[in-house]
């Protein structure tokens, strides 16, 4: 019998991410004040972010080597095994030999805390000892808290509003772990007041919890704010998924042609794919497929500008694919998925031709989450279904050209915090979304004009 699940030993954690910055063949556009529209230097982000977190967000080198205290809490869960998804692939009869990096082990349950612990600890070694965030689903969130609690820091959590009312389970996480949540928009931030006051009812989105964060990080010197996803450090510390991945395609003597994760802000998708664009830099073929939510496409149907990170035009001018940051998404229930822009890094990716874009809508993503869980036992979150439903449609693919390719995806989380999702979805209470296009036109009208 071949084996099922790959797996390395603790030893086998890698040493050192792998940063891609090194390698892509044109430089990632820089990060402009939002005043000046000129490039950031150090000295604008250190009001905001850990001094070592700032060397990496810009840092040239190919390797970055992980602290030894990094590694130590990882190893609680890592490395994540490699799972071969034979029953998926029987059910599908498809000659495809599908693959998933099971991100769902660590204790959080999602690859977030690969970022979260690197970021407690370099601000701990600057003498931060409170942290603030966002989060949508609470996924980010439970892992910030979780890592604050490992260093013996505080951890502050604005919550997007619709999630905090659909997630209670990842709130009581985060007060485990030791953190306070609040819901989003709030009325303890100047920015929450203001969101408020302008839409009492609205839902509240990953941009409005920014705004918060940033404002509560700001206004105390012994705190420092933490972003989830979407700059070039965290998907840096994600890389250790891909590193992992390349060690056990080589023990499985297998390699990928097409590569997948779901994209919220593209933290867990780069995890998985840039150690492995580094080898189609170097000549060969494989594809790599970003899938979002129709309901909030922002590679999809999104323009390649720059534009704020937050609703409020605090944060520097970021250049990538954007809805533009007044765009505010439906309340899916994958609300790691609702967020405006996409990871500069990924975005240029986009740009240049290596990286592909998808969109699903929520019903046929929960259908492929469903034929997961029944085939390969694990339930999806919801998120990590819109990776499953590109897996699923390529699996057909294969089946249908006859061809024997090999697929690996990021199983980015479990669902088990989810199952008021599910609940709907199996009642028939669950609806497709496809954003129109009128408001996302005019929500890029309001783009700042920087070329
Ligand atoms: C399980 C899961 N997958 C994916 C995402 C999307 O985030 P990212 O694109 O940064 O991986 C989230 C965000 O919360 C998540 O919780």
Not at 301 to 316: K, W
Request: glycine share 8%; proline share 8%.
């Amino acid at each position: 019998m071949s084996s099922k699940r790959v797996f390395l030993s603790e030893s086998d954690q890698p040493t050192a991410w792998y940063n891609l910055q090194a390698d892509l063949p044109k430089p990632v556009p820089p990060p402009l004040h939002p005043a000046t529209n000129q490039p950031l230097g150090p000295e604008d982000l250190a009001p905001i972010f850990a001094m070592e977190l700032i060397k990496q967000e810009v840092s040239q080198e190919r390797w970055i080597g992980i602290p030894d205290e990094v590694r130590r809490v990882l190893s609680i869960w890592r490395p994540s095994p490699l799972t071969r998804a034979e029953n998926l692939e029987k059910a599908l009869k498809t000659p495809a030999r599908i693959y998933f990096k099971d991100e769902s082990h660590s204790p959080p349950g999602s690859h977030k805390p690969n970022t979260a612990v690197a970021q407690a600890y370099y601000n701990k070694q600057q003498g931060i000892n409170r942290l603030t965030t966002e989060t949508g689903a609470g996924q980010w969130g439970s892992a910030l808290c979780f890592a604050c609690k490992m260093f013996e820091m505080e951890c502050k959590v604005y919550m997007v509003k619709c999630s905090y009312e659909q997630k209670p389970y990842r709130r009581s996480m985060m007060q485990i772990w030791g953190g306070s949540v609040t819901p989003s928009p709030s009325d303890e931030t100047e920015a929450g007041r203001k969101m408020l006051a302008a839409d009492p009812d609205t839902p509240g989105s990953l941009g409005m919890a920014i705004s918060e964060a940033v404002e509560a990080a700001v206004s105390r010197d012994d705190t420092k704010y933490t972003l989830g996803s979407v700059l070039n450090h965290v998907l840096l510390h994600q890389s250790i998924i891909g590193l992992e991945a390349e060690k056990q395609f080589e023990l499985a003597e297998d390699f990928p042609d097409v590569v997948i994760g779901c994209c919220g802000g593209g933290s867990n998708f780069a995890g998985l794919a840039f150690p492995f664009i580094r080898h189609r830099l170097a000549g060969k073929e494989i594809r790599f497929v970003a899938t979002e939510p129709c309901s909030c496409p922002t590679m999809s149907r999104g323009q390649y500008r720059y534009d704020f990170g937050d609703t409020t035009m605090l944060t520097p001018l970021i250049k990538m694919f954007t809805l533009g940051h007044s765009f505010v998404p439906p309340g899916i229930h994958a609300g790691g998925l609702r967020y405006h822009g996409m990871a500069p890094m990924i975005s240029l990716g986009a740009e240049l031709g290596i990286i592909e874009a998808a969109a699903y809508h929520q019903l046929e993503c929960f259908d492929a989450a469903r034929l997961f869980a029944s085939t390969e036992g694990i339930i999806p979150a919801p998120e990590t279904a819109h990776a499953i439903r590109a897996v699923v449609n390529e699996a057909e693919r294969c089946r249908q050209q006859g061809k024997e390719e090999c697929i690996v995806f990021n199983f980015s989380g479990h669902g088990l915090c989810d199952l008021g999702a599910y609940d709907r979805y199996l009642a028939g209470e669950l609806e497709d979304y496809a954003y129109p296009q009128e408001k996302i036109e005019a929500a890029i009208a309001e783009l700042p004009q920087v070329e």
